[in-house]
């Protein structure tokens, strides 16, 4: 067990609509990364945050958006769902310092399903 | 760009016996990490290893064993003596640092079965 949480862990969403899913990062950990994983595919990354700021974003479109907050729990929004964001999405954290080896926690991930 | 090429998309083995997954990177950092990590049904990616690109050495974890070439820009990942538990979705994987953190690229994934 990694001490990451994700919620909901399967959703039903349709066409248009927006959803919020939500990590909790792990203890000490300060930066929270999330992942796009379509099915039988390898994770993609979407973006990054570091200290409440985006620090890095992969090839996906402004309707995905991120918070992270003081305590370092994070959230992912999608609006306007389209089909092809039915996925599962994976939160990952770590602890950054200067030469961090990216040794990533991931949570078991938020199914989405878009109808 | 990162890259990461795992050619094998389904192994199907009998336990007991070894296999070996492959991993191919591409990558124009001269410091990466590479990672290994299993996905079993319940989704959560689980950590195996991390190498360092200046680290050569091959490594032995129990029945797991990796080898790193760089020569070869490959990273295989061997099980001896298969067992049933470790049938799951295996993924190969090169870090770059962006600054806050570092950015995962994954390749498509092994689906290793391993029959009684």
């Known amino acids: 067990e990694t001490g990451v949480t994700q919620s909901p862990t399967h959703l039903i969403k349709t066409r248009g609509q927006q959803v919020t899913l939500r990590c909790s990062s792990q203890?000490?950990?300060?930066?929270v990364s999330w992942y796009q994983q379509a099915l039988g595919q390898g994770p993609q990354f979407i973006f990054q945050?570091?200290?409440?700021?985006?620090?890095g974003r992969g090839n996906f479109p402004p309707r995905f958006s991120g918070l992270q907050f003081p305590n370092y729990s994070s959230e992912l929004n999608v609006n306007a769902l389209e089909l092809d964001d039915s996925a599962l999405y994976l939160c990952a954290s770590s602890h950054m310092t200067f030469g961090n080896t990216g040794e990533l926690f991931f949570g078991e991930g938020s199914r989405l399903t878009v109808l | 760009a990162q890259k990461v090429t795992q050619a094998q998309t389904e192994i199907s083995v009998v336990e007991k016996e070894d296999v070996t997954l492959d991993c191919v990177y591409e990558?124009?950092?001269?410091?990466?990490?590479l990672f290994w990590y299993k996905q079993p049904p319940s989704g959560e990616l689980v950590f195996l290893i991390r190498r360092n690109s200046f680290d050569e050495q091959n490594e032995i974890s129990g029945r797991y064993s990796w080898n790193f070439q760089k020569s070869t820009s490959s990273f295989n990942f061997t099980i001896t003596a298969s067992q049933v538990v470790d049938s799951a979705v295996y993924f190969c994987a090169l870090s770059d640092w962006l600054g806050g953190g570092s950015r995962l690229t994954f390749g498509e994934g092994t689906q290793l079965t391993v029959n009684p």
């Open positions: 945050y570091y200290r409440e700021e985006e620090n």
């Open positions: 990558t124009r950092d001269t410091t990466y990490y």
């Open positions: 203890s000490g950990h300060n930066t």
